[in-house]
């Protein structure tokens, strides 16, 4: 077995967090690195790893909370809008391999760019053929 994930010590109540939502499946609390106020973190109370080993019903869970969270979220923090994402992978910065959902309120000026500033595309993106990615990815969920 490997070692619980700190997400699951806040799960069994061994690493305090400010919870702001639980059900039998589903956690919620502040991000204790908050990119803003009210930056929520959403998991699943089990630790699957990514969104993939999530299972379907649990996942459904997961953003059925996220749904009801981000208005209530914005209208504690007086904000004018929300950034929501997940960090997918490693190699998308995922610290804790644990799923969640990251609730960042947004606020008129903040400074903060929109979810295509995390990376510069580069002539990568440009010059790949849309039809052949489009065509693996249809092949790839049949
Ligand atoms: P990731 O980079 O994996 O997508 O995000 C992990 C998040 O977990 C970070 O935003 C970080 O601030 C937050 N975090 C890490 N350790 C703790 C903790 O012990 N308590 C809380 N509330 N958040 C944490």
């Given at each position: 077995?490997?070692?619980?994930?700190?997400?699951?010590?806040?799960?069994?109540?061994?690493?305090?967090?400010?919870?702001?939502?639980?059900?039998?499946?589903?956690?919620?609390?502040?991000?204790?690195?908050?990119?803003?106020?009210?930056?929520?973190?959403?998991?699943?109370?089990?630790?699957?790893?990514?969104?993939?080993?999530?299972?379907?019903?649990?996942?459904?869970?997961?953003?059925?909370?996220?749904?009801?969270?981000?208005?209530?979220?914005?209208?504690?923090?007086?904000?004018?809008a929300t950034t929501i994402g997940i960090n997918d992978g490693p190699a998308a910065g995922q610290e804790v391999p644990h799923l969640h959902v990251h609730i960042v309120p947004r606020f008129e000026g903040d400074g903060g760019g929109?979810?295509?500033?995390?990376?510069?595309?580069?002539?990568?993106?440009?010059?790949?053929?849309?039809?052949?990615?489009?065509?693996?990815?249809?092949?790839?969920?049949?």
């Open positions: 077995m490997s070692e619980p994930t700190i997400f699951e010590r806040i799960v069994d109540g061994e690493i305090p967090a400010e919870i702001v939502h639980e059900t039998d499946t589903v956690l919620a609390f502040l991000d204790a690195n908050p990119l803003a106020p009210g930056h929520t973190l959403v998991i699943p109370k089990a630790p699957h790893k990514r969104l993939r080993d999530t299972p379907p019903e649990l996942s459904a869970d997961v953003f059925d909370a996220v749904r009801a969270l981000t208005p209530a979220i914005e209208n504690a923090v007086d904000a004018d929109p979810i295509h500033a995390i990376m510069d595309a580069g002539t990568d993106a440009d010059s790949a053929d849309p039809g052949e990615i489009a065509a693996s990815i249809v092949d790839e969920l049949e």
